[in-house]
Structures are given as structure tokens and as C-alpha cells.
């Protein structure tokens, strides 16, 4: 860990210097959401002060100005994902709102009665509901791959759900419950061997490891930027260009038209065709600064130290009897999100007396809960690291934990 | 709001032992009520004759709060009449609301007081008072 | 103007001060977007450094932190419209975004095969666009208010195109292009006698002046934040509750949830039903400051102060020969936005020329392009004050406008 | 950018008093071309005989950037060779992108040199380029 000066990254992130009730704040809740560095909050504020306007819709200096910044945090986000052309990125306010978006726009569209709609078990219900809609609508099935014992996804079960009849394959790269991260390239691969497209939503994968669009062949990705130490309020949505160009509009307005008659209308150009209003600037402004920042850093990086983090939680939480791990207990193809179960305490009360001792994780069911049903877990606890958590923050995780027990009078 | 003050005996006692779940055998009036946000699941049974609740009890899952809660609410009820439960149920939610100005009142609810506090816990309040909303359900819908 | 310190006023702004190619910027492109004062900047950093959190879903500090922050700007935007419960207050991305939703859930539900959806002339094309395709959809009929040679609408022109058949009328309260304020109170009360729902654009008049939906009695009304000091990326949807009952979800995923099985999924209790996924809690937070800033200059003044400055630009203008304006050229209802044509010039020539002496105006439809063509002007000029704008400031453009005619060959 | 550079004599020439603006008796090929976003509209008219651009000449509305551009190139194209006139094409979109490496080439542009930088006004860029892009149109068409 030489190269990986956690004490120096964390100076950039004031959250994380504060006193929760007088105690040191041990944040583990990043895969709800993550803190921001100084960087990005002072891209923020140099926006607000230096460049802001209407993009798009100024000849003058301030208008050249935003139109730049955003267009060049849409090419810096075409970069990262390594996508074709930035008329693939379009922006949106989270990664909510891109699968909605595919929803309406593709699957209203492409999906007809009798065709199938396949998604896991595991996946958050933003990747579940709008699915169901159209499936309601359209007549057509929402079919669920299941997880084996070791709560991974066999490829047979791929093989097994996957037909000449599914229209769509829409799947989480990572789960944002149990830490699984999912073959996504070989279901791709199956995916379009069927004839379907399939939508990969990389709100867990994306801010933890490198995501190459091209080279897992994805049809689209989603994500948001506040998992990513960027603002909340902008997400992306990656698609491939010939297949947006199918699509029909989503939301409608400035910006997003060509020509506007009284009764009729004309698109713009992808990608704004696709972004109705006026855009999110700080919101990409932020974004971009946050990608800076994790290249700096470097995402190998990155994933190597929260891999390091993960084993060690894992090995800390297994030390303890009481303690049922709900995902992967070894680090293959699993990333760093833990959710666990500790006997006789419920997750809310873990999760209220830990937070006396400055613990912040997350109790529920994580936007899951068919999969918690699945688990037949009502609710679980997880904690979720990011590259600025320490083992020591373990550590204090751990030695709460153990208070907990005692807490609901329970002999330690 | 302390842990202390919390996580006391009694409301460990009841939420891990509690003499009040389970199913009663003659029950006439049974309500369900749930938290989505959190995945507490009660359901409150009731014998009622006339306008007097001679026995309750519950069933269901939730965290310490929400079981303890129930359970010392059951004691509380049990011989009421339906009128003076739903007066209980009026109490104990002003004073979670901190709206309860007559502390007089406060004494009625008894060992409920214990949740007099969790409105400095904004994540439990949902929790404390599931079971007083749920009973303010059934007895509504059995006038 | 003794109460009104503008200098003062202008402290606050930090992007005001700037140079613009070395010239003092003089930013008159309001309707399109505002600066933002410190104290909402300020609000955005400490929201980052001290409390963000996913909201909604963490009994933790922090989770309990943001919700509450959240929570109360919801009900500091209550308060500023005067809406009756903080659940007819909905947050989304922008005014486009608001009025989408409206016509997926409110209009795909409710409208039917002859009915009328009815709309001014003069409207924003987010106010246009999405009735297009709800009328498209149900083969129903986007019919126009126009607008009278004074640039304003007569109600007769109403009391014409509302029928019986009119389920939706969508107006703006204040015009982008003209300026003109629209009879909203007496629009809304003859669309109810006709049983039509009234929607209010607030975009360019929430900023500007108090509205009470009480008090208008409108169904619906929405805003942007950016347009009012706000950050970008947060905008408002108020609807009567009863009305929001009735309607279907819009984005479906976390945190508009009830319960959500594999097939089927309830829906979670106003307002969170029509917010999916990670709101943007920096954006209501920003948006919660903005509503205290302009609350503590107070409105009322901010109006008479932007009356005066609209009443001296009218006039200078107007002592320009070859300026023609287009909208109301008295005060009598109308906002401090003008558009306008210098003869012989083309309106983005006047901006690329004016923007080199620091003057920052908008040219081209303005979002409006049905209006252009009732108007048979292919682009105007546009300039729209807001409060921290001044007298100087209108001296400059004109002096720009007098430069305009020089470099174009025209004699002065 | 200087608004010197820009608001040349020879560009207020052409954008104001066009010899080239109007129609064309004989014209054999016309093609609109415009500019959602700010509004410009051209119809470009063309004589064509075989492979050569006999005549030329534009109706429609701009800005004085977009009508001169439509002018200067008019006059640049009368009498050459669709291969010709999309050479020009290509050679003057790449000066605006500040694509040319080969210097020399600027000369066969004559006075459409004059936009040379407008890519340094990125919102004025579309003006420019607008009536080249229709001629590529045009040409490609008509092959
Ligand atoms: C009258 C009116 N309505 C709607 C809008 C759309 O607002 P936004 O682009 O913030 O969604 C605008 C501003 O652009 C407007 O002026
Ligand atoms: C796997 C997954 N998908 C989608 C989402 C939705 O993201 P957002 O709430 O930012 O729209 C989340 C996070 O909440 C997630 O973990």
C-alpha cells in the first residue's frame, strides 16, 4: 500500500474529519452514497462564480463558457467508460432516471406481446419497477435469473431464462446487497447470441472499477455520480448510437427539439435529444472533477486497496459467532459492499446503536426486496467501503458491533 | 436520546420476551400493520366483547422497538374499553409529537412513557408507533 | 429605492464582478439563468462538508441529517407558494421535468379521444412539446390562446378556445419572449367552470413575484430553481393533493416505493410516490437558501425595484429609433423581461458585438419558436433583469446597442 | 476574435449588398440548409452543366456571418467542378477546426479566408459554416 497514502486522501474530504455525538465518524454507507473532495466541491463553487449560464442558448461569453465546461465533462465521462463518441453520453439526474428513461423510450417502443423481459433477482428496484410497467403494459413477461447457494449467478441460469423471446436483459454489474459482481460480459455476450440487448446498470460497479463499454459490449450503461464523489442530481446514461437513434424522445422541450411547429416537432441531434431543459452544468462540472480525481488515483488502484479493506472486513466479521454473511465470502468477483445478519439484533437496532459510537451503516432492505425475500431476510445490515475508509475504521466497526450484542442484553 | 434511556430492562424484556406474542384462540378482531421503509410486520389480535378489549396479543417481526413497543401497549389495553384505548392511542402519539402540554396524561400511559423520547431519533419514531396506529385501525374500523 | 441597496446587493454575487474581456460583465440573460449568492453556494459546500447522505434511507447521523434538510426545504418551498401541505410539493429536476411528468401521468391518464388540451401561443417549447404528444396519443386537440396586437391575451380569446371539451389548460404566468403576465386567476377560475385542470408555468414569474396557489387556486404549478438563484438541477412540481392522487407514478425505483415483489409493486404515499431514486438534496438544500435570500430582501421590493429597471429600459430603448419591441410597452402587467429587434441587425450578430463590450443577452427563439412565427420574426434580441442588476448596467447596453449599428456599417 | 477581424468591410459587403443573393432562372439543383438553434436559412441554387457549377446563388435569411460566408463562397465556386468546389468544402471546414496543416491551401480559399478564426467564437462557428455544409449536401446529391 505504498503508493495508497489513505491519511493524505482523506485530508481532501472534510466529512469525513467530523464528530458524530463526540466519537470519530466511521462512514460506511458508500454505496447509498459517497462523500465529496474539496476538488469537486470547489469545481462546484468556481462554476457558480466564474462560468455560469444557460449552455446551449448563449452566444455570449458565460454561455461559451458553460456549453463548454458541459460538453467537455460529457467527452470526459465518454473517456472514462471508454465509449465511441460523446453523442453516446447523455446526461440525466441519476441512474434512476436513465433506466426510466430506457423504459419509456426503448422498451414502450421494442416490446411486444409474448416477447420477455429479463432481469436477477438482486436487482434494485430502479432496475424492477419500470420493467414491470412494461411488462403490464406491453403483455410481455418479467422473468428473474435466480442465485445459486454461494449467492452467485450460474451461467446456466443465464442459459436457462435467456430466450429467442427476450427483447431485454437489464442487469446490475454489481449487487448493491450482497457485494456480487456478475459475469457481465459472458451474458452479454449470450444476450445479443439471443437477439436481445441488454442494459447493464453500473451504479455499484462503475465508481470501484474500471468499466469498458466496448469491451463488454453492453448495449447500454447506467449510472449515477453521487456514488462517485460527484454531486447528487447527474447521472449518465450510455448507449450505443444506432440504437438511441431508434428510440423515441423521453422527456420533452428546450434544448432537445429542432424544429417546434404548433402541432408538430422535430428532434435534435443525439446526445440532445435526450436532455430536456435546461441541463445539470454544475451537476456534469462535478462530475468530470470527480473522474480527475479517481485518475488520478487510478481505479486499479483503487480496487486493489478497498479489495484489501473488504478481506479484512470479512475476515473481522466472521471472527464474530453471530454473524451471518449474506453474499460471497471470498473476494472473487465480489466487491466491497458486506451485508450481514447479527443474530437476535435487529439491523435498525444495529444500525441505531452503532451510530452512538459514530458508525454510519445501512439497514433495510437497500431498495431489494424481492432479493430479501429471495434471502428471506426481512432486512439486513451492510456496510460499503470506498477508497478513504482505513481498517481501523474496521476496526471501531467491529468493536461496535460487539456492543451491540451487549446493548440487547446479550452476554458478549 | 440515550442508549440508556433506549435500550432499558423493560423494553428488552418485552421485545425479546414478550408474554403478549402469540395467537389468541378466540381473537374477533385481528389488523396488520407494516413499515415499508424499515420491514416491521405486526399483527395485532383482539378480544373484544361489547366495547371492552378483555385479551390482546401480537404476531409478526420488527426490531426491539417496534416488538416492545407492541407488547407494552397490549398490557396497557387489555380491559380498556375500545373509547379509552383510542384515547391511550391519541396520548401516546402527542406525546412522540412532543404536543402532549398536560403532563398529567403522561401517567396514564405508564410504561410507555419509555418511548417519550424517541422523537429525538427520527429513523425510530415510525418504528415506536406502528403498533398505536395499527390499533387506532382496528379499532376505527370496528365501531 | 433608500431600502434597496443594490450595491450592497451585488456584494453577494461573486460572478458579477467579473471581467469580460476585460470589460465590467453586465449579465442580462436572467430568464435564462441567475447567478447564484454566496449564501446559496455557501449552503451547497456546508451541505457536503457537514450532512450529505442518502436520505430516506439511513437511520445514521448523516441519513437522519439529509432527510431532515431535505424535508424542510420541501417545506420552505411550501410556505414561499403558500401550498396547503408540504405533500403537494414535489421535487424534480427542472420545470421540464415537471411538466413532463404532468403530461405522462396526469395527461396519458386522463385525456381521451376529442378532448382539448388548450395552451397560449407564447409558450415555452417544455410547455408545448409534451402536450404534442399527449394530444398525438389520444387523438385529442392541442388548440392556442393567441395573443392581441398589444402582445396580450384578451379573455375573450379565452372564453373561445376553452370549451367543455377542454380537459387541460397549461399556461405560463409570465412570458419568456414578451414579458407579458398573464390573467392566471382568471384563466384558472373559467377553466374550472369548464371543468378543465389549469397548469401554471411558473418558470419566469416565481422569481419574480409572490404566488400564492391558494390564492390563484391553480391544479398545478411549476418552477425551476436555477432561474431564482438556485442551484441547477432542482425545480419544483406543486399539485392539489387530491389531483396528485389520482395520477399514475412517473420514474419508478427506490424511494417511491411501497412494497415491491417480483410481479407487482405498490406505491408509497405522496410525494414521495413521484420521487425516484436519490433526490438531489443539495439542490432543494441550495434551493431552500435561495427561497431565505430572496425572502429576507423580499419580494415586493425586488418587484418595485425590477419595475423601475424595466420602466428605464422600455425608455431608453425605445429612444433608440431603430429598435422595435415586441411585448407590452407600458408596466401594466408585465415582468422585467424585453425582447426586442434592432433594424438591419440580426440578433446574433447584436449578441457576438455587445458580448465584446461585457454585455451578456440572449439571441435566437428563446424556446419559443411557435411564437417566432405568430410574431413573423425569425430571432429576437432578449434582455431580462433581475434585482441585482442596475441602471448603469442598462446605460451600457444601450451604449453597446449604439456600437451595434457602427460596426455593421449602418451610420450611427 | 476581434470584432475588427469580423465586421470586415468585406463581410458587411457581402452580407448586406450580395450580388449573389436572389434567385437563378436556370437552376437545376437548389438545396435549403439551416440552423435549428439560431435560426439561419439558406436555399442554395446551382446551375449545373455536366460536372461544372455554371452559376449560383442563394435566398433565405442569417446573420451577417451566415450570409457573407453563403456570398464569398458563391463567388468561389462559379465556374469550377463539383470535385472542386467539394475540395473547397473540405478545405474549409478544416481551417475552421484548425485542421490545416498545409498552409498553402489557405490560398485557393480566397476572401472565405476571412473566417479563419472564427473557431474561436465557438457559438458563431454554425454561421460560418452553414452554407458549406448545404453545398456538401448539394454536390453529394447530385453526383
Ligand atoms: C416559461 C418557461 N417555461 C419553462 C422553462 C423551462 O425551464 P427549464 O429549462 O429549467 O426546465 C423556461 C425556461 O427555460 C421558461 O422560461
Ligand atoms: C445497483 C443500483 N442501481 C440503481 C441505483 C439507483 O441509483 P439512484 O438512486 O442514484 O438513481 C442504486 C443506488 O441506489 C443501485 O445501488
Redesign the pocket.
Known amino acids: 500500500m505504498k503508493s495508497f497514502d489513505v491519511d493524505r486522501i482523506r485530508e481532501d474530504f472534510p466529512t469525513l474529519s467530523q464528530l458524530v455525538r463526540g466519537k470519530a465518524l466511521v462512514y460506511l454507507d458508500n454505496a447509498a452514497t459517497t462523500h465529496k473532495p474539496i476538488q469537486v466541491i470547489d469545481s462546484i463553487r468556481d462554476y457558480y462564480n466564474k462560468s455560469n449560464a ?1 449552455p446551449h ?1 448563449g452566444a455570449h461569453h458565460l454561455g461559451v463558457l458553460a456549453t463548454e465546461m458541459y460538453e467537455k465533462a460529457r467527452d470526459k465521462v465518454r473517456e472514462f467508460i471508454n465509449a465511441r463518441s460523446s453523442k453516446e453520453v447523455i446526461f440525466t439526474k441519476n441512474a434512476t432516471e436513465s433506466l426510466n428513461l430506457l423504459a419509456y423510450s426503448y422498451g414502450m417502443k421494442h416490446v411486444k406481446k409474448g416477447d420477455e423481459i429479463v432481469i436477477c433477482i438482486s436487482e434494485h428496484h430502479s432496475n424492477i419497477v419500470p420493467w414491470q410497467k412494461i411488462a403490464r403494459l406491453k403483455d410481455a413477461e418479467l422473468k428473474y435469473l435466480y442465485l445459486n447457494d454461494d449467492y452467485r449467478l450460474d451461467m446456466e441460469e443465464v442459459y436457462r431464462k435467456i430466450t429467442d423471446r427476450t427483447k431485454i436483459v437489464s442487469i446490475a454489474q454489481m449487487s448493491n446487497v450482497l457485494g456480487t459482481v456478475y459475469p457481465i460480459k459472458e451474458i452479454v455476450k449470450y444476450g445479443h447470441s439471443k437477439g436481445a440487448i441488454v442494459i447493464v446498470d453500473g451504479a455499484q460497479s462503475i465508481p470501484h472499477m474500471k468499466v469498458d463499454v466496448r469491451d463488454m459490449d453492453a448495449d447500454f450503461l447506467v449510472f449515477s455520480g453521487h456514488k462517485m464523489l460527484a454531486p447528487m442530481g447527474i447521472g449518465v446514461l450510455y448507449g450505443k448510437e444506432e440504437i438511441l437513434e431508434s428510440m423515441d424522445p423521453f422527456l420533452m ?3 432537445m427539439i429542432e424544429y417546434v411547429e404548433e402541432q408538430n416537432t422535430t428532434f435534435a441531434e443525439l446526445p440532445h435529444r435526450f436532455e ?3 441541463p445539470n452544468v454544475e451537476g456534469a462540472v462535478g462530475l468530470a472533477a470527480a473522474i480527475d480525481y479517481l485518475n488520478k488515483i487510478g481505479l486499479d488502484k483503487i480496487n486493489k486497496y478497498e479489495e484489501e479493506l473488504t478481506a479484512y472486513a470479512l475476515e473481522k466479521l466472521m471472527g464474530i459467532p453471530q454473524v451471518k454473511i449474506y453474499g460471497p465470502k471470498d473476494l472473487e468477483d465480489r466487491g466491497s459492499v458486506i451485508s450481514f445478519e447479527l443474530e437476535g439484533c435487529h439491523p435498525h437496532d444495529v444500525s441505531t446503536i452503532v451510530d452512538t459510537y459514530g458508525v454510519a451503516l445501512r439497514a433495510g432492505h437497500h431498495c431489494a426486496q424481492p432479493l430479501m425475500k429471495f434471502l428471506k431476510a426481512p432486512a439486513t445490515s451492510r456496510v460499503s467501503f470506498y477508497f478513504y475508509n482505513t481498517k481501523s475504521e474496521i476496526d471501531q466497526l467491529i468493536d461496535s458491533l460487539l456492543k451491540v450484542r451487549k446493548w440487547l442484553g446479550y452476554g458478549s | 436520546m440515550d442508549l440508556n434511556q433506549l435500550y432499558t430492562e423493560l423494553i428488552l424484556e418485552h421485545s425479546q420476551n414478550s408474554e403478549n406474542k402469540g395467537h389468541l384462540d378466540h381473537a374477533n378482531c385481528t389488523e396488520r400493520g407494516h413499515n415499508p421503509s424499515c420491514g416491521d410486520d405486526i399483527t395485532l389480535e383482539l378480544v373484544c366483547r361489547g366495547d371492552i378489549i378483555e385479551d390482546a396479543s401480537f404476531t409478526g417481526s420488527g426490531c426491539a422497538i417496534s416488538q416492545a413497543s407492541t407488547s407494552i401497549m397490549i398490557d396497557l389495553i387489555k380491559g380498556k374499553s375500545k373509547e379509552e384505548a383510542g384515547e391511550l392511542v391519541n396520548t401516546f402519539l402527542s406525546m412522540i409529537k412532543k404536543e402532549l402540554n398536560d403532563y398529567d396524561k403522561l401517567e396514564m400511559l405508564e410504561d410507555a412513557v419509555a418511548f417519550q423520547n424517541i422523537g429525538n431519533m427520527p429513523a425510530r419514531v415510525k418504528c415506536a408507533t406502528l403498533a398505536w396506529h395499527t390499533l387506532r385501525e382496528a379499532i376505527t374500523k370496528n365501531q
Open positions: 444557460n442558448r422541450g428546450g434544448d430536456a431543459g435546461t
